[in-house]
């Protein structure tokens, strides 16, 4: 079984900053997907990035930015020049890249404030 | 119109009282998911299908029943609520092509209050 740890339940960062948000997991299997979901308070769900475990590039999608390092399990996701709307709940997630499944495994989750 | 939309989106109930919650989508995708939120915990998966014949049991299932009674419909069942499954429930669901990159599209959930 895939676990998902993300340490940090709350943070804080001032617009315009930069903000790095953790999270590891563990697994036996080789090959995978990972994610970070932003939840904003109107409780949707918005996939944010996905990171292939087979590609040793990282994941970027404009100002988000993962740094996945698989020897050490690790993908954290940072936000640069942040935003008041990215004031949200940040989940980390897990996905065995297979034929059947498609399931999630999710962290905890991180609260993550933007002040003005 | 929302791709995935779930019914109702708040609901409170007594103890012992048997809920259903409905999610629908108009994605056109065999598998569909349900998913409880705790906080600290993240969403944990309940139930999965994926097409209207195969359902299977996800990480915490006892106390809940599915039924996918057809491919765009999948509904989640609590027979007698209990207070401890007052949580935020979403539904997703998922295309199997491997052009998919897996993703999974939830809709926006449904607040459910076990009194």
């Known amino acids: 079984a895939q676990t998902v740890t993300q340490s940090q339940p709350e943070m804080s960062v001032q617009e315009a900053e930069t903000v790095t948000l953790s999270c590891t997991y563990d697994?036996?299997?080789?090959?995978?997907?990972l994610f970070w979901y932003k939840q904003p308070p109107s409780r949707q769900m918005i996939l944010v990035i996905r990171q292939e475990a087979y590609k040793q590039q990282n994941a970027t999608e404009n100002r988000f930015s993962v740094n996945f390092q698989k020897a050490a399990k690790s993908f954290s996701l940072k936000i640069s020049d942040s935003q008041l709307g990215d004031t949200a709940m940040y989940f980390c997630?897990?996905?065995?890249?297979?034929?059947?499944?498609?399931?999630?495994?999710f962290g905890g989750g991180t609260r993550l404030m933007v002040k003005p | 119109d929302a791709d995935v939309t779930q019914t109702p989106r708040n609901r409170i109930t007594k103890t012992g009282k048997r809920i259903m919650l409905e999610c629908s989508q108009t994605k056109g995708h065999d598998r569909m998911y349900w998913y409880r939120q705790d906080p600290g915990l993240g969403l944990r998966l309940i139930y999965y299908?994926?097409?209207?014949?195969?359902?299977n049991k996800g990480e915490i299932s006892d106390g809940y029943s599915v039924s996918r009674q057809a491919q765009a419909k999948f509904s989640l069942s609590l027979e007698s609520a209990i207070p401890n499954q007052t949580a935020l429930y979403f539904c997703a669901t998922s295309d199997a092509s491997p052009s998919s990159y897996n993703e999974q599209f939830f809709g926006p959930g449904t607040r459910l209050t076990v009194l």
């Open positions: 997630a897990f996905m065995k890249r297979e034929d059947a499944g498609n399931m999630l495994t």
């Open positions: 697994t036996s299997e080789s090959n995978y997907y």
């Open positions: 299908s994926f097409d209207v014949k195969d359902i």
